[in-house]
């Protein structure tokens, strides 16, 4: 998982999206650690509102990895006029 995190910012990254700074390393106890610089904040350290996939779909924080990417595809749809 933290390599594709780290591989998905990469490719954001070089095709031109404004991303933070991140990187992956290694930790002897926890193996390949994924880390970004913190995006929700100001530097008056004021908190950014930002929504999740989680509450696209209206899901708790307890179950906010359940869905799949069809269901996270159909909620985009349905909120974009795009698609």
């Known amino acids: ?11 954001a990254k ?3 999206f404004k ?3 991140f ?3 290694h930790h002897e106890k926890l193996g390949h650690v994924y880390a ?5 904040t100001t530097e008056n350290k004021d908190h950014l509102r930002l929504e999740d996939a989680a509450q696209i779909l209206g899901y708790s924080v307890d179950d906010k990895y359940d869905a799949t990417y069809n269901q996270l595809a159909e909620a985009i749809r349905s909120y974009s006029d795009v698609l």
């Open 23 to 25: 990187t992956i390393f």
């Open 1 to 11: 998982m933290p390599e594709n995190e780290h591989l998905t910012m990469a490719i």
């Open 19 to 21: 991303v933070p700074p």
């Open 14 to 16: 070089a095709v031109g």
């Open 36 to 40: 970004v610089k913190r995006f929700d």
